[in-house]
């Protein structure tokens, strides 16, 4: 009898064991397929579209490079500087070199950099990041797998730098363009507003750099936008158009309203992934139904927009 009693236990045990060793397996399977997911989940690159990265150089130059993977090239962008730039979001003018502090100052960190380059040259930027990115450009395999353990300030996350990292390691060198931006004819030599010699932009978008951030898959679907300015500033509305036109959307109409509305900026598209850029460009929220004309792309501007951008 009392054998027999110990025989149940014994099943028990060994039901309870095997159930923990499931759990275990189970919970291990869910811990890798997170990992793998988080490591290769991209929120700004991918292989239809162009990305353009904002870089701080520690009080130096500033850095745009762009990464075209339809043509498999990278372009590296140099801007002085003593370049003399109108901010976003009110904040006056300032030399290039000083904004990426301003930003950390004022609680905007990089994507002050990243959003006045945007306003000021009309380069369609919405990525940031510090000098560390740098190492991103290298196609030595060591010195990448060294920069992703690396800390990076930045709005990347984990899968765009791995991705990022992987294609600069697959581009050769003659694919690789360096530019100084002082060097070409966007940029004059003049006194700034602080009496010291520096840089301003010319009038004019050249159109070696209209080349490298427009959008060929964007241009060839021929979209059409109608933008809405319930602000009080023209100048803000005729600013998002002429972005838009860069990058190969035909502004079909900038549409002035009577009332100023007190809203930030709202984005509409018949293109979800164009949609989708655009939203992330301009921080647009996104419209789920057409806001009053048929065009391929409607975008509304409301004064908070106006006061940040």
Same mark, same amino acid.
């Given at each position: 009898?009392p054998?027999?009693?110990r025989?149940?236990?014994?099943?028990?045990k060994?039901k309870?064991g095997?159930?923990?060793?499931?759990?275990?397996?189970?919970?291990?399977?869910f811990v890798?397929i997170?990992?793998i997911?988080?490591?290769t989940s991209?929120?700004?690159f991918n292989?239809?579209?162009?990305?353009?990265?904002?870089?701080?150089?520690?009080?130096?130059?500033?850095?745009?490079?762009t990464?075209d993977?339809?043509?498999?090239?990278?372009?590296t962008?140099?801007?002085?500087?003593?370049t003399?730039?109108n901010?976003?979001?009110?904040?006056?003018?300032?030399?290039?070199?000083k904004i990426?502090?301003l930003?950390?100052?004022?609680?905007?960190?990089g994507?002050?950099?990243?959003?006045s380059?945007?306003k000021y040259?009309?380069?369609?930027?919405?990525?940031?990041?510090?000098?560390g990115?740098?190492d991103y /450009? *290298?196609?030595n395999?060591? $010195?990448l797998i %060294?920069? @992703?353990? =690396?800390?990076?300030?930045?709005?990347?996350?984990?899968?765009?730098?791995?991705?990022?990292?992987?294609f600069?390691?697959?581009?050769?060198?003659?694919?690789?363009?360096?530019?100084?931006?002082?060097?070409?004819?966007?940029?004059?030599?003049e006194?700034?507003?602080?009496?010291e010699?520096?840089?301003?932009?010319?009038?004019?978008?050249?159109?070696?750099m209209?080349?490298?951030f427009?959008?060929?898959?964007?241009?060839?679907?021929?979209?059409?936008a109608?933008?809405y300015?319930?602000?009080?500033q023209?100048?803000?509305?005729?600013?998002i158009g002429e972005i /838009? *036109?860069?990058i190969?959307? $035909?502004v079909a %109409?900038? @549409?002035? =309203?009577?009332?100023?509305i007190?809203?930030?900026?709202?984005?509409?598209s018949k293109?979800?992934?164009v949609?989708?850029?655009?939203a992330?460009?301009?921080?647009?929220?996104?419209?789920?139904?057409p806001?009053?004309?048929k065009?391929?792309?409607?975008?509304?501007l409301?004064?908070?927009?106006?006061?940040?951008f």
């Open positions: 009898m054998a027999q009693r025989k149940p236990k014994l099943r028990k060994v309870s095997y159930s923990k060793r499931l759990f275990k397996l189970f919970f291990l399977l890798i997170t990992f997911y988080w490591i991209s929120k700004y292989s239809r579209h162009k990305l353009s990265v904002a870089v701080n150089q520690k009080d130096s130059d500033v850095v745009i490079v990464f993977p339809e043509l498999g090239e990278i372009y962008i140099t801007i002085p500087a003593n003399q730039i901010l976003s979001r009110q904040l006056g003018v300032w030399k290039a070199g990426w502090q930003g950390k100052n004022e609680g905007y960190k994507s002050l950099l990243a959003e380059l945007t040259f009309k380069f369609p930027i919405y990525v940031w990041a510090d000098s990115f740098l /450009l *290298e196609n395999p060591l $010195k %060294s920069a @992703l353990f =690396k800390y990076l300030d930045t709005n990347l996350v984990i899968g765009d730098r791995i991705r990022l990292a992987f600069s390691l697959r581009t050769r060198n003659s694919k690789r363009v360096n530019i100084d931006l002082k060097d070409t004819s966007y940029l004059k030599k006194e700034l507003v602080s009496g010699e520096g840089f301003i932009k010319t009038e004019t978008v050249p159109n070696e209209v080349i490298i427009s959008e060929p898959n964007i241009a060839k679907k021929n979209l059409k109608i933008i300015n319930t602000t009080s023209n100048q803000t509305a005729e600013e /838009l *036109e860069l190969g959307v $035909k %109409s900038i @549409l002035k =309203k009577d009332e100023e007190e809203t930030d900026c709202l984005i509409y293109d979800n992934d949609e989708e850029i655009f992330k460009l301009f921080a647009c929220e996104i419209s789920e139904k806001m009053e004309n065009f391929d792309i409607e975008i509304k409301g004064k908070k927009f106006a006061d940040r």
